[in-house]
């Protein structure tokens, strides 16, 4: 894995190859967008959702010597994201509305039009710790998906890696499917499935 490859990206690739191998193949890591397929089609831009501050924040805790009390920076952290410290018990991470992947969504719609590798179709994958997908959201998030979608060159399907499932959403169709990630995110993470994020 280069240096410049997020672990999100290399996660992004086995999760998409392990529940979409049809779709892909075997997908190459690069550049603009990160991952590619063999026969340069289709490319797939990823992003983890969680926010900076949280992922210094979980960066920060896991440096920390297990039982020490919290430093200020991660007092502060936990602070900039929302999330409560009692000396009594562990971080409670208060979850975020899947309404929260828009934003991000812009952001990439934008850089795409901005300049990417010219390939026959573009991809999105969205990654959140923090995040809801509760049934109710989706049909509101797939239509505000669909409105976005509007500019030159756009996206087929936005996966979303969120609250133990992947939600697949082709915004070429306005539909979305849902498979859950239960064991497989573990496995990933883990390293058990011959692959490590460390």
Known sequence: MSKHTSPYEAYAKHMLEMMYGERYGTLLLRDKPDLQTADGESGIEVMSVNGEAFERLVTEIAMCKPYQAPSDRVLDLCAKCGIEYHSWQTYVIKPLPAAGFIEPFRIKLKKLNA??????????????????LEDYELEPLLETLCDENKAP??????????????????LARCTFEVQSTSGIREKLLTGSAGFSLI
Do not use: E, M, P, Q
């Open 153 to 170: 060159i756009s996206y087929h399907y936005v996966y979303i890696d969120a609250d133990g499932k992947l939600v697949c959403f082709d």
């Open 115 to 132: 300049g990417y590798a010219f390939l026959g179709h573009y991809d999105l994958f969205l990654y959140s710790d923090r995040h809801t």
